[in-house]
């Protein structure tokens, strides 16, 4: 059984910085395609950042590209989420998820696997 468990969330003022981890346990994670997407209050759930199985595949959303890179380690089993410059408009529920390699997958259609969430709340 796949499970993805996410940390690092919290409260940062406007301008901050924060790293998610998301730790993944059985499965192939070599394999898997890893992203993290996030759900804004009153809003639906959104593609933030997806890396493949290489960083020759990767993928950002346009509202945090030059903010925001996606990492992993396939030893350790991990897909970070490094968050430079964090406005208000990225308090979010975070959740990352595991699909299919390759390639970096933008569609939450695509991906099978899912952690409970990490909440970031940025203040202003």
């Known amino acids: 059984q796949v499970q993805l468990v996410e940390s690092g969330g919290g409260l940062v003022q406007a301008g901050g910085s924060l790293k998610l981890s998301c730790a993944v346990s059985?499965?192939?994670?070599?394999?898997?395609?890893m992203g993290w997407f996030r759900r804004g209050p009153g809003k639906e759930r959104e593609f933030v950042a997806s890396?493949?199985?290489?960083?020759?595949?990767?993928a950002y959303a346009d509202s945090v590209k030059g903010r925001f890179t996606i990492s992993r380690d396939n030893t350790k089993k991990t897909a970070d989420l490094h968050m430079n410059n964090l406005q208000v408009e990225d308090t979010a529920v975070y959740y990352c998820a595991g699909g299919a390699g390759p390639a970096a997958r933008l569609s939450e259609q695509e991906y099978v696997f899912w952690g409970q969430g990490t909440q970031v709340t940025v203040s202003s």
């Open positions: 059985g499965g192939t994670f070599d394999t898997y395609t």
């Open positions: 890396i493949g199985w290489t960083t020759n595949w990767m």
